[in-house]
């Protein structure tokens, strides 16, 4: 009997070089061959590859699973999922040991079975531990009847492969060497004899194989100490050829490694010797042979692999031909080596060689066909493969080379040669190699005319025109891809073809349309849409395809017409009704429910609010409904709130705060996917920045719950944030409580300072929402409001002082502050602000800024307000930052004056007029300040008075500015209507000339 360290010792003989028993070939004598080199050109695989290097592995998997029975197969009827929870319960845990009956023993045991069939770790785990209880139940409790057969040890670790999980191998080796050491001791909990399932050569190659497909970096030499295992004499069980197979597949699957093809063609060649040595149990067949060929195929030796692979399968024709049937090449020899080419036909150093060599593979087929008795089935198969390499490499003849083939096939098989017929698939690949070069682009569209003149034995397809519509399509002609569209149906209708518009159709001619920046190409993809949903109603279609369905919702809701962005919404509810129906397979999905939902809010209106809240309530109640599983996602809500927001009325308030408080109960109770961020909070706070009633409250409420979190460290509260409910503080429609506002938002500015400074938040507000609370004093004309003013701007300046971001004063701040001290009137606070104008920086000057200043001077009682006002346009002319505004507040300053020097204030009036028609673009205030300036003159000579008046009236009719308050003006100025004819040579009473009034 075998010690129980034996599997243990597996690596350690493989190290040692254990290798064969009586000096017979093993791996061992292979594993140091020197493995030839080849070009290290970097390898791209194909996706088309991907079946090919699958088929041995699935081979081998329906080789394991016949190896053992099923026992669920005898069964008349699948179990439920609820019968098969309740019995694996009842066994695991209701059974006292040692007292399972048969029959529940015969249960367990089918439940292994149902387990291990699931290919999944999960399943692979749970079908192991029903094991261990069917041999707990014979080993601890002694019943006799509890016997586990080898061929449930494998069904288990067949699973594991399977599954495909990272730690299945090691948990299938694991596995397996229990079940070696209980082999060895066949005793119960009483001493008494007990018989063990012993491996067997199943049980080993499975464990290869699930080391073979674990895609692990040792999985190599796991296998190969396997292999090494059993051809030692530690054990009586033989490789066969399966074992052989699994250790060259494992060699095959290590893709663009060097040396493992030669390891692989070595291992073929080790079974050819073993079995002309007379073992029965190896013959290497065409599985083999595949193996090697995909070993090849992967190889990273660049072209010279797929030679050898070619190679290789000469060797097989040749050994086939001489009478070894059990190696005749099938499909997957022919395919295998195409793609072996196929993977290097982008190299234009030698893609023509490449093709040259597809060309020959199809050459040998066609004089192999006589021999190959059963060649139908081969041939169409590897001979599509090669059509599609060709177009795949896209030489500029492609499509002649191609046609040049499938002109033979046609030949060969015309002629009676057991060689199959090209079939719709081959002449899509010869009509993609013509299209895919816009110089045979011709060719193409003339074979497919012929075609459809019945001139080939092959009937257009949907598949065949779906080529066409593709080029077409790529290219955006957008009109040729219509009308062949509009052909297909009408063909297929007038003709019997079997062209109607597939899915694949559909899905072509939608994203065109969604490429497209036609005018109207929304309104073609609707009406495509309609096309798409018709088809499928008199079952021209088999299915729906969402993915039509979601091009055009995304198409729609970026168009510019606000009908054809409604109409996302409505193809929305289409979907969901099609998917309630079971018309469509799959729901509509959160991202699609939120390109509706952004879409109707661009109405910035009450209807487009509703609307999306409507889809949000939707969207929730059929989650609730287990209708649906496309939660509301934090988009989702981002676009509700934003469009209660922009439609802001006494009702939105509410629900906003209401959205809020919902995200966060799911979030608390695991409900949803949405999480509160202060990018939620800023889309909620700009709804509440608004005068309603109440919004105030709920504003800070929502401050309150940022705080909150941000303790939590569940978020951090913005200045965004913070600004926005300052906003809110400060926004008021009861005008006669605006004072009140002020004085309620400069004590909430003030306590969020405090806030701030003690450290209970790192955030302030930016100078964006101290000016908001200042801008509300400047409403306000409160004798107090500039001493307010004057301690936010201190604040602020202190704060900026001691580090604080984006808080310090800006020219917004210094119009503001200036606004307030001419708002109040009083002469303590003009002088006040004179000295604050006086230390603003001199790059903190702009237009505006002066023309506040300007402003208040104009408005304050001071004596030589013109002359400062003069002072300050010529600082503004200076640095060219005047306005019309600019020049109209100096004039107005100088209709109010109350200086004792008119005649002076009257002759820089006078030179403001002149420098503003120069410098600026004088309006209908402009002309009517000079008229009252003229009006306030003192100037003995009164033609000098007349004289100005004249020119001021020339220059409005000049600018097409003479108004009905411009003559109302005149009028007042000159009320004697001769004296107007005298001076301005016009009445002012008869008709005006329409060109005067042109732009007034």
Same mark, same amino acid.
């Given at each position: ?31 140091? $061959? ?10 791209? +695989? ?46 695991? =845990? ?35 531990? $029903? ?64 018989? *063990? ?13 699930? &080391? ?94 797929? @030679? ?15 009478? =070894? ?57 590897? $001979? ?24 033979? !096939? ?59 519509? =593709? ?132 109405? =910035? ?86 005068? &309603? ?39 008021? +429609? ?42 509300? &004093?400047?409403?306000?004309?409160? &004798? ?23 808080? #310090? ?43 506040? !200043? ?38 107005? *300053? ?19 007029? @002149? ?5 600026? #673009? ?24 007349? #004289?100005?008046? @004249? ?27 001769? !004296?107007?004819?005298? #001076? ?17």
């Amino acid at each position: 009997m075998r010690s129980s360290r034996t599997f243990q010792r597996l690596s350690k003989l493989t190290r040692l070089g254990l290798s064969s028993r009586g000096g017979r070939t093993s791996i061992k004598t292979i594993q140091n $061959v020197t493995s030839l080199h080849y070009s290290t050109n970097q390898i791209q +695989r194909l996706s088309s590859l991907q079946h090919l290097d699958a088929h041995a592995d699935n081979h081998l998997e329906r080789h394991f699973s016949s190896q053992s029975s099923r026992k669920l197969n005898q069964s008349p009827e699948k179990p439920s999922e609820e019968e098969i929870f309740d019995t694996t319960k009842e066994i695991l =845990h209701s059974i006292d040991l040692g007292s399972m009956q048969p029959q529940q023993i015969s249960d367990a045991i089918s439940l292994i079975y149902l387990f291990s069939n699931r290919k999944t770790i999960e399943g692979a785990e749970m079908a192991e531990e $029903v094991l261990e209880r069917i041999i707990a139940e014979g080993r601890d409790g002694g019943n006799r009847s509890a016997r586990v057969e080898t061929k449930v040890y494998n069904a288990i670790i067949e699973a594991y492969a399977k599954s495909k999980a990272f730690h299945g191998a090691a948990t299938a080796e694991a596995l397996l060497e229990r079940m070696m050491e209980r082999s060895e001791h066949n005793q119960d909990a009483q001493g008494n004899g007990f018989l *063990a399932a012993a491996p067997d050569i199943v049980s080993y190659n499975s464990l290869m194989n699930v &080391w073979s497909q674990s895609g692990k970096e040792d999985a190599v030499s796991k296998a190969e100490d396997l292999v090494a295992f059993l051809e030692s004499d530690d054990t009586p069980i033989n490789p066969d050829s399966v074992t052989y197979n699994i250790i060259m597949n494992t060699y095959a699957n290590q893709v663009g490694e060097y040396g493992y093809a030669q390891k692989a063609e070595d291992i073929l060649l080790l079974m050819t010797a073993l079995q002309k040595e007379g073992n029965n149990s190896i013959h290497p067949d065409t599985m083999s042979f595949n193996i090697v060929l995909k070993a090849w195929k992967n190889s990273g030796g660049g072209v010279e692999s797929a @030679k050898r692979a070619e190679d290789i399968l000469r060797l097989m024709i040749k050994l086939y031909n001489d009478g =070894h049937s059990d190696v005749k090449p099938d499909a997957i020899s022919f395919q295998t080596v195409v793609h072996a080419y196929m993977k290097h036909g982008k190299n234009e150093a030698i893609s023509e060689e490449i093709v040259d060599r597809l060309e020959g593979l199809v050459q040998v087929l066609l004089d192999e066909s006589g021999n190959l008795a059963r060649t139908r089935g081969i041939g169409i198969g590897a $001979v599509n493969k090669v059509l599609e390499g060709i177009a795949y490499i896209g030489l500029p003849n492609a499509g002649d080379r191609a046609k040049r083939i499938l002109d033979s !096939m046609i030949k060969a098989h015309d002629a009676g040669n057991s060689v199959d017929g090209p079939d719709a698939m081959a002449f899509a690949s010869v009509l993609n190699a013509y299209l895919s070069n816009p110089k045979t682009v011709q060719k193409g569209q003339l074979m497919m005319e012929d075609m459809l003149q019945g001139k080939f034995s092959v009937l257009p397809t949907t598949y065949s025109l779906n080529n066409l519509l =593709h080029l077409f399509c790529k290219e955006g002609d957008v009109g040729s891809a219509t009308d062949l569209f509009q052909k297909m149906t009408q063909i297929a209708h007038e003709n019997g073809f079997d062209t109607l518009p597939d899915s694949a159709t559909f899905n072509m001619m939608a994203n065109m349309y969604f490429k497209s920046r036609h005018e109207d190409s929304a309104a073609r993809a609707l009406s495509l849409l309609d096309q798409f949903e018709e088809s499928f109603d008199a079952k021209e279609l088999n299915e729906l395809d969402p993915f039509v369905y979601n091009v055009i919702v995304n198409k729609l809701t970026k168009s510019e017409s606000p009908t054809l962005r409604d109409a996302s919404y409505d193809v929305l509810m289409r979907m969901v009704e099609r998917y309630d129906n079971d018309q469509l397979k799959k729901e509509p999905q959160t991202y699609i429910y939120n390109m509706v939902l952004s879409s109707v809010t661009k109405k =910035h209106n009450a209807e487009g609010a509703q609307k999306a809240l409507g889809l949000l309530l939707l969207m929730q109640t059929r989650v609730q409904e287990n209708r649906s599983t496309s939660v509301p996602d934090i988009i989702s809500y981002s676009h509700v709130l934003a469009a209660l927001s922009r439609a802001m009325n006494k009702d939105s308030a509410k629900t906003i705060v209401d959205i809020i408080d919902t995200i966060e109960t799911e979030g608390k109770n695991g409900e949803g996917v949405a999480q509160l961020d202060s990018v939620v909070f800023e889309t909620a706070l700009q709804g509440l920045a608004n005068p &309603w009633h109440g919004c105030r409250q709920l504003a800070d409420s929502l401050l309150q719950k940022m705080l909150t979190l941000e303790k939590a460290k569940v978020l951090k509260t913005t200045p965004l944030c913070l600004n926005l409910v300052l906003k809110a503080q400060c926004a008021n +429609r009861n005008l006669p409580k605006g004072q009140m506002v002020a004085f309620d938002a400069h004590r909430y500015l003030m306590n969020l300072v405090q806030i701030y400074e003690r450290g209970d938040t790192g955030v302030l507000p930016s100078k964006v929402g101290f000016n908001t609370v200042l801008n509300s &004093w400047a409403r306000t004309r409160h &004798w107090k409001a500039y001493r307010k003013a004057e301690e936010i701007c201190s604040t602020m300046e202190r704060l900026s002082e001691s580090g604080a971001n984006n808080v #310090s004063p800006d020219r917004f701040t210094n119009a503001i502050m200036l606004r307030i001290y001419s708002n109040s009137g009083s002469k303590k606070s003009t002088k006040r602000a004179i000295k604050f104008f006086n230390n603003i920086k001199d790059e903190e000057f702009d237009t505006f800024t002066y023309n506040c !200043m300007l402003i208040l001077l104009s408005r304050s009682e001071l004596k030589d307000k013109v002359i400062r006002a003069r002072k300050i346009l010529n600082e503004m002319e200076g640095k060219g930052l005047t306005d019309i505004a600019s020049y109209n507040t100096v004039l107005n *300053a100088c209709v109010y004056s109350d200086d004792s020097n008119q005649k002076g204030i009257d002759t820089l009036a006078m030179k403001t007029y @002149k420098e503003m028609m120069n410098c600026a #673009s004088p309006d209908e205030t402009s002309f009517k300040l000079a008229i009252r300036v003229c009006k306030a003159m003192i100037i003995q000579d009164e033609y000098d008075n007349a #004289s100005h008046i @004249k020119q001021i009236f020339d220059d409005a009719c000049e600018k097409g500015l003479l108004s009905k308050d411009i003559i109302k003006e005149l009028k007042q100025c000159m009320p004697d209507e001769e !004296m107007r004819k005298q #001076s301005l040579g016009h009445s002012l009473v008869d008709k005006i000339d329409t060109s005067w009034q042109r732009n007034a």
